[in-house]
């Protein structure tokens, strides 16, 4: 059976519709893989979506990925398909895990949760002409019935799954409005030298503000977390190694790497520096499964960048957020790191901005808590998004606090430039920006650029402006730096290399 897989995501790493890509053609399906790379927040113009409806009409089936904010990209793509072909399109991904039937107003079926046993299912019995309908993991619409269908268990065995689909001879890109055959140079473009994968599935948490939140709770009974073997990990990093020699990094995504046990990933390590011998960088660190005896075995192996969410210090939202750390936990942790400040780069620690229920003590709590943090560090701010299916979604429903899913959180932007410009949201760029140089804002410092008598005389403005005038050398300092790094790359040809920098510092 020929299906077409596409994804419109931002960038080209569509790591659930890779794997899923390489477990249909195990079952001996013809897969082809486009790739149309926009931010949510743009829309396809007429050429790229003839474009895509050239390569899918010989279809047999047609695969959709996207999350909550390409809500609208997936409806365009998919009325223009259904506008010219005759075509069965199934949507999957956390979206339609959580809003299958709003899926279902413009895609013919639905994949709720993990893909790979359900859709190679759905496939089989297509191709035999049997009934479908009964297929666990799918929903459908069929005239104006919605057929649902049960969750089938999650995959507990997950070295059964085949290595990501980079087999790019019939993959397509849009690449400067127009859709081109993907070739080793547009790769290499687009990857930037980075190969991203996931050792472990699952999270243990269920952060009220996050998908896992309610994919957790769809598996009650079941184990959520479930890890590679090290062997799978490490033959995955030799194959992609072997198979595109322009990656120089690895990077392992997921939420969960660190519940790996010590002789896990001490094994690992060894296995790693022997046989791969790239640069690591690992996101998902939290305090309560990393310590400093991983951490320095990882970095021996290669380990240059980690991760770890913080999100809040304030005890009060730290609780609507399910975040069960302590700031102690938080603090030694970032102890931790640090002790390592000179053999990887500067750690993000991730924050949350932008919560309606948080007050100014709570940002202030935050802020105190940040200044006490070692040095250096850099902040990933975001804009709290209210998804669906998550509990903070219901309550911010409560409160009246979305008026309209589509314009109040589908086409809500969460990166940092969208941040409302409040004083106290302003204070964690600036702290960023001392922070990352190394130098860092002192709670002392803090406390003056936070306390309530200054900001009522507006004598904190004078305190900040001077602040923001004195990160100008520190920057200047940087780009220097940067200027002579590039430079030294330029001289010796490493043009894969300096891709990735300019890509990472840019």
Partial sequence: MKITLISPYPDIKSFGLRILSAYLKQNGHNVQFIFLPKRFTERYDKEALNGVIELSKRADLIGISLMTNFFDNAVQITQALKEKCAIPVLWGGIHPTVRPEECLDYADMVCIGEGEEAVVELIKKMEAGEYYYDVQNMWFKDKEKIIKNQLRPLIKELDTIPFQDYEYNNHYILNNESLKKMDTQLLNGYMCGSYVTMPTRGCPFGC?????????????????VRKRSIESLINECIDIKTRLPFVDNIAFDDDAFFVYSIQEIQEFCKKYKEKVGFPLKITGAT???????????LVD????????????????IKKMYNRHHTNFQVEETARIINEFKDKIKVPAYDVILDNPWENEEDLIETLMFLAKLPTPFQLTCFSLTFYPGTELYEKAKNDALITDDLKDVYRKDYNFYTIKKTYLNRLFFLLNDYAFYGVGISPR???LLTNKRLRQLKLH???YIILKAGILPLKIKRFKFMLHDLLKDLKKGNWTVLHGKLFRWL
């Fill in 445 to 447: 410092t803090m406390n």
């Fill in 208 to 224: 009220t503000y996050c998908c896992n939140n309610t994919f957790n709770k769809m598996h009650l009974r079941e184990k959520i």
């Fill in 287 to 297: 305090p309560s499964t990393l310590t400093r005896e991983k951490l320095s075995f």
């Fill in 461 to 463: 403005w004078l305190l």
């Fill in 301 to 316: 192996a290669g380990l240059i960048e980690v991760k770890m969410g913080i999100q809040s210090a304030s005890e009060r």
